[in-house]
Structure formats: C-alpha cells, structure tokens
Nanobody
C-alpha cells in the first residue's frame, strides 16, 4: 500500500523560508521522476518543479526560479522543496507527485500520480 506524507508547511511572512518534505512508503522512488505541485483556493493545480531519476534533470516554473530548490534522497525515499524569498502568491496547498520516467529528464506536463493530502503553505504580507 502506497503512503505519501507531505509536511513542513505553515504560516510564514513574505521574504521568509520554509522547507517541505514528502516521504513515501510502499514503493521505491529510485525509478520515478518526482514533482511538487500546488493548488491555491479557486485556482487550478499548478506544477511547480520536477526532478528526474538520478536528479540530473530539474525544471522549475518561471514564478519560482531562483527562489525554490527541489531535491531528493533516494536512500530515505524522500523529496524536498526548499522555499526561500516567499511571496503571498506562493500561498497554496503543496503536494508531491511521482511518475516513472527516464534518467535525466522530467517535465511539468507529465501526468504525475498523487497519494498524499498535501501541506498548507500560507505567506502573509
């Protein structure tokens, strides 16, 4: 049975930082590309960043480039998102997704699978 838990969210002031974690059990993420998504109230789900198998391919949506950093630890079966210089528009429910993919390549347009409930990030002005 697959279990995914996102954590690390919270209330932060604009300009602050948060680090999100996504821990997975039930399968090994070694052969999977991983991604972070977010969904704000009243808006569609948005792909934020992805990281390939082997962590050699990383993509960010323009709005978070230079502020967010995705990483993975296959030994811990975990995915992370370091978020710096937070903005009020980063406020959303963040959750992680996975898809089987090739080494060195990921895309924000792929159809990732989701299992977790997400972690809420709220950034105040």
């Amino acid at each position: 049975q697959v279990q995914v838990t996102e954590s690390g969210g919270g209330l932060e002031q604009a300009g602050g930082s948060l680090k999100l974690s996504c821990t997975i059990s039930g399968f090994s993420i070694d052969d999977w590309a991983m991604a972070w998504f977010r969904q704000a109230p009243g808006k569609e789900r948005e792909a934020v960043t992805c990281i390939s198998r082997g962590a050699t391919g990383i993509v960010y949506v323009d709005s978070v480039k230079g502020r967010f950093t995705i990483s993975r630890d296959n030994a811990k079966n975990a995915l992370y998102l370091q978020m710096n210089s937070l903005r009020p528009e980063d406020t959303a429910l963040y959750f992680c997704g996975a898809i089987r993919g090739p080494v060195g390549l990921c895309s924000l347009a792929w159809s990732y699978r989701f299992w977790g409930q997400g972690t809420q990030v709220t950034v105040s002005k």
